[in-house]
């Protein structure tokens, strides 16, 4: 069995799946159920300022027959008293010292973040996270993403907390910015010891078209939300490389968004994040999916030959570059494996109707073709393909040949006028407008 | 042996003839919809006779758009809800489903299609606005699956209907014929009387055309005639015996079971001669019917039964059991049957011929002839000019259904010599246009 354990800027827990500052981990109850069942960090659902929270607080995107494909709250922080939490960390501590119990703030003053840092520590926390990325209701106090959208905000209450802290602090961003890495960067110069990311995402989920109002309803008016969920992880992957990618100025980074099962924790691991958190997936399927989390990822490491998990973290980051890097000689077009095609045409519909036309149907059979001339390789047709493996994409250069667009521009042969021969498209066949009629 | 106890009330009627494709809920509807793949130039819609966007108003029940599902079939298909539940859609639509491939289950195309016509019934909902009235009479005789769907059809388009039927209730054999745990009666009535609401065609109940005078009024109220008559009684084997007291033929006796439900008779012991879907229906009805011992007996081999597979398999998974290559030489009996006197059979160079010396009895107290119906020669005969092929079909002029008399189309079992409902809808459909045409032609 592999080592799963993790240490994320001098937080250490037993394993790296750990419950995102949330519903999930509103009480102690919760978080003694969630490490029973085999968590191993629970970041506590955000202590701070006295708030009163609506009814009606959850919206959810469907998806054909999946349900809550993207999840939006606008529930706030925690509205249980502040002494019922401490004792209840300190409860939970009792029972799994090894396990990580973080303590999610939100307070305003320099006062308020020295006084609470104290309590929670006092209590047993073994890490502090900073909750600048709520981006509903706490926001328009000033708190949440309000901090986590100014940089030197974010710098100054980092260091505040700094001052007093004996626990390692990580600061939690808001994905409701422009470029991810300019807070970051504030929470290193704020001398924290690990980011995590991403907070949901400012969001509507939809309109009751009959009551003409947004999801969910409060008494006939609704307000943004933050979205969240299976829906949001390509966003926040995206943000996770860019952080994990800096070359100056990386945290250790808590990857959260969207993570649902064991392959999602291994993306985000690959990607540069030290542990994950995970919400909607308990919110939606109980505590339980920790168990496939744990063996996927057991599995995975032993198939890699992976013995601790901190050997994985950031494995696919030399991989991901920028559009200039990429080869311009790759070359792959679509191929239809007979043997396995059911005859739905998708792939001809998808590649005529929103790609380029280069799958053609014949009288004999329903079998589509490629016509490889008109194919870009896209990756279109077998994407909507419902078959696995029915079409593939395969290598046609010879694999020698290498120019990126950044060479180009430095040997001076990329197009540059409106009508340039040396533009990508322009041998390209496309049909005649007027054969719009001819078709079905 | 069968399973089933003789049903006493109409609540152990329903229980025996437990319904195949009961209507889905919304939930079971909305997964099933999320199943389609929407492909394109759906091979369901190819396979079915009437060609219902099917891909299309399956995605419209999954994005609870149902009326506009509803209104997708109907403008197909209008018996969208009966169809749903009475066509062999193993054979059709679903037989077709790309699923079938990869071994996935086909999607369950008709009860998809009854779900979301059986909601446009419930709520009565007003999907078709007829054309402005054209000023065209046209008769419909007959007020089954055929003349029920030419008469929607006419209507649409303008003319005024009057369809004309000898029996007391509409739908023919969608409602006298099709077996009870395909579609209950009350389904059926259901969708004529949503459909006549919306269309206000009149149906003359018991109003049978028997002579040629009959004919000749027609002609002189309509501009058009459309003529859905379907089949007759079952045909007459020639067998000694065949008048016993016990010997049905398989129309006659579905009927019966569709009109006196759980009161219908049964015998202890049953004898279904024929290979057919309707051997197979009486088969299965005689044991749901609480029958003893039901035998289903069929001249040649098993694999050269006309019967669908699945049909078959119903009837066996019911208790009746299949005798194969044997032929009745007589029914026995002296009031009432008591049994059939067989003769094994075996086909040499492709042609059947008993064995002599193989004759044995199987004692029976029921008989049930499924071995076809005869056409309605007599009354095609009362009008003029019509022609029929060898075998009593309609003939055609074109492929709009209108015969050799000029003014009459037809469409359904009189054409086609009996297939599903389905056909006669598609075909009846067809023949409603080609009377419009011609009546718009004629016009000027």
Redesign the interface.
Known sequence: MADLSVNLGGISSPNPFWLASAPPTNSGYQVMKAFDQGWGGAVWKTLGVPVVNVSSRYGAVNY??IRMMGFNNIELITDRPLKDNLKEIEEVKKYFPEHAVIASLMVESREEWHQIVKDVENAGADGLELNFGCPHGMCERGMGSAVGQEPNVLETITSWVKEVAHTPVIVKLTPNITDITEPALAAHKGKADAISLINTIQSLVGVDIDQMVPYPIVDGKSTNGGYCGPAVKPIAQNMVKNCAQLEYGRLPISGIGGIENWRDVVEYLLLGATNVQVCTAVMHYGFGIVRDLESGLQQYMKDKGFQTVNEMVGKALGNVTSWENLNLKYKIVAEIHQEK??????C??ACEDGAHQAIG?SEKS?IPYIIEENCVGCNLCSLVC??EECITMERRDNGQEQITWKERTENGTIPTTFNDPLAGGRDHWVPDPKDAFNK? | MTDFKRPANPQEFEENFEQLHPIMNATQA??ES??C?????A?CINACPTEIDIPLFIRQI?TNNLSGAAKTIYESNWLGNICGKVCPTEVLCEGAC??N??EVKPIEIGRLQSYASSVAINRNKHLFEKALDNGKKVAVVGAGPAGISAACELALLGCMVTVYEAKELPSGLALYGVAPYKILNDTVLEEVEYLQKQFGFHIKYQHPLQAAEDFEQLDRAFDAVFLGIGLGSTRELQLEGESLDGCWGAVEFIEMLKTLQHKAMVGKKVVVLGGGNTAMDAASEACRLGAEQVVLAYRRSKDEMRAYEFEYELAKSVGAVGLWNVTPLAILGEEKVVGVLFIETRTIDKKLETIPGSDYTIDCDMVIKATGQNKQKALVQLIPGIQTDPSGRILTVNDLGQTHNARYFTGGDAMNGGKEVVNAVAEAKVAARGIHQYLTENQG
């Open positions: 054909r027959d095609c059911i005859e739905c045409q998708l001809y519909t149907l329903r419902p078959v079905e | 909305h997964y999320s199943r793949l929407f492909c394109h130039d091979p999954n790309v699923y491939h990869q």
